[in-house]
C-alpha cells in the first residue's frame, strides 16, 4: 500500500520547470510551476531571430498531447513576446515532458520542441 501511494504522488509532484527551444525564426524560453496535480502558472518569452522582416505579433499553442493552451495576437517589442497562461483543473506539465509548441505569424507556421534544461 505504501509503495503505491509513493507512486501517485510522484505523478502529481509540484515545482518549477524550464524549457527551451529554437527554430530558424524562434528562440523560445518556458517557465511552468506547477502548483498542484491540477494547477499550473506559466510564464516565457519568444525571441524572433529570423532574417524576414519581424512580425508585429504572433498567436502560439503549445503543450502535450493532453492539455494545450494557446495565445492570439500577442505583440512583439523588440523582437520579443511574452507569453504565459494559467491552469486549473487541467492536466499539468512535468519535468521530462516534451512540450510541443506551434507559432503562427504573417501566414507562416513553425513547430518546435521544448525540453527541460534543468
Known amino acids: 500500500m505504501i509503495i503505491l501511494l509513493l507512486g501517485l504522488a510522484g505523478c ?27 494547477e499550473q502558472e506559466a ?5 524572433y531571430v529570423g532574417n524576414g522582416p519581424m512580425p508585429e505579433t504572433v498567436n502560439s499553442k503549445i503543450g502535450t498531447t493532453l492539455t494545450k493552451m494557446g495565445q492570439t495576437g500577442t505583440p512583439l517589442t523588440d523582437g520579443k513576446a511574452k507569453i504565459g497562461s494559467g491552469c486549473e483543473g487541467c492536466g499539468t506539465f512535468q519535468k521530462n515532458d516534451e512540450l510541443e509548441m506551434e507559432i503562427m505569424w504573417d501566414g507562416q507556421t513553425e513547430k518546435l520542441i521544448l525540453t527541460d534544461i534543468k
Open 12 to 38: 502529481s509532484n509540484g515545482g518549477i520547470y524550464e524549457f527551451s527551444g529554437t527554430t530558424d525564426n524562434w528562440e523560445v524560453f518556458y517557465m511552468v510551476d506547477v502548483i498542484n496535480e491540477d
Open 43 to 47: 510564464t516565457g518569452t519568444l525571441k
